[in-house]
């Protein structure tokens, strides 16, 4: 059986899932597309092989054409559509943020709660990243010790000038706030932010970098380097420190080329390049599970507890005080 996936929101990363989803992925073809930008969905309606466009979003989540939705359209728009996607009982991969407010977050796990099934995936690729899988494993096996210290390092090249310093915190470190969740599997009950000196690289309006601690349950520290101006390329990076050594992620180049005096290696253009595989697997994996008739990913209730990190993050970035984090009750579907 193939399934129907329809893809709501057809900017960057939509069209890069829908490439993979029609060309790489098994058990899968694009049905449909919407976009708010008709011209847009129709260009990549060509790109996925030649899906239908729908006039909206709403209209391909209820269209029998359709089994499964894949939510790629700009974060303020994914809870109407995670919602209708729950109402109509079909399964809903939805890109980072589950939802960039915690009330809506909550409104999609009581939703999904009250279904009595999961049905929502949310886009936290990295854990299924080589690299963030093998530092998990090594902390498994034991052979660093007890976790301590997570050092993380997230670098973009250059971002636009739309590009604010909430975003810092809402767009970009939400992605540690998910790996730090998922490797010390605890919750992160703390968040402070310290504003380096400033790059003259960014736009006027942006701290950048951006520095954040954040604590967890145990009271492991987990530290966040965001440089949304680096200049250089896309760079992410993470070292674990145990009581008995450190697990860390390597260049992912798999190459170097050395010529006169020099030895190089090359760095991701952006993070389509640098988790392509990530994206990839993810996306096969959810494919896969809905074929067994399961739902395979990051669930709702991680979506709502990396919007709700990255939140009280924003209050941490205006405040500059270490501010804690409370959470509602996990409900039964998600223990
Ligand atoms: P983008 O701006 O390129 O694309 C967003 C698209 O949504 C645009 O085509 C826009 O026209 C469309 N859109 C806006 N309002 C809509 C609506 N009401 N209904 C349907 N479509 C609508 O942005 P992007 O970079 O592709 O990001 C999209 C989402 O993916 C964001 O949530 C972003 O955080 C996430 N993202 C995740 C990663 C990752 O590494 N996991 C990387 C990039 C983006
Ligand atoms: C973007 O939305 C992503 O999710 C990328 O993974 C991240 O590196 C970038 O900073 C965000 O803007």
């Known amino acids: 059986m193939t399934i129907r996936v329809g893809i709501v929101g057809t900017g960057l990363i939509g069209e890069d899932h829908g490439r993979r989803l029609a060309g ?5 073809n694009v049905n449909a597309v ?8 129709q260009e990549v309606a060509g790109v ?6 729908f006039e909206n979003g709403l209209e391909l989540i209820a269209s029998d054409e359709v089994d499964a939705v894949l939510v790629t359209s700009i974060g303020e728009t994914h809870a109407e559509y995670v919602l209708a996607c729950i109402d109509a009982g079909k399964p ?37 990243d080589l690299g963030y899988r093998h530092v998990k494993a090594s902390l498994e096996r034991g052979t660093i010790g007890d976790p301590l210290i997570l050092h993380n390092i997230h670098r973009n090249s250059v971002v636009p000038e739309s590009y604010t310093s909430f975003m810092t915190m809402t767009d970009s470190m939400i992605h540690e706030v998910d790996v730090s969740r998922w490797l010390l599997d605890e919750e992160i009950v703390a968040v402070q932010v310290i504003p380096p000196k400033r790059t003259p690289k960014a736009f006027p309006h942006l701290q950048d970098p951006q520095f954040a601690v954040f604590t967890t ?4 520290l987990s530290t966040v380097e965001f440089f949304a101006n680096c200049q250089y390329g896309y760079d992410v990076r993470c070292e674990l420190v145990g009581s008995l050594g450190t697990a860390s992620l390597v260049n992912p180049a798999l190459a170097s080329e050395i010529t006169a005096g020099q030895d190089a290696e090359a760095i991701p253009a952006d993070w389509r390049e640098r988790f392509g595989a990530a994206y990839t697997a993810e996306i096969q994996a959810w494919i896969s599970g809905l074929e067994r008739g399961e739902c395979v990913g990051p669930s709702a209730w991680e979506g709502y507890a990396a919007t709700k990190v990255v939140e009280v993050g924003v209050e941490a970035v205006k ?10 009750d996990k409900p039964a579907l998600y223990r």
């Open 217 to 220: 349950e145990s009271g492991i």
């Open 24 to 28: 790489v992925i098994r058990g899968a």
């Open 34 to 41: 919407a976009d708010v930008r008709r011209e847009r969905a």
């Open 319 to 328: 405040s500059g005080e270490r501010m804690t984090i409370e959470y509602v």
């Open 48 to 53: 996925v092989g030649g899906a239908r466009v």
């Open 92 to 128: 809903v991969m939805c890109e980072k943020p589950l939802a960039p407010t915690v009330a809506e977050c909550e409104r999609i796990i009581e939703a999904e709660a009250a279904f009595g099934r999961q049905l929502v995936i949310v886009g936290f690729m990295r854990r299924y």
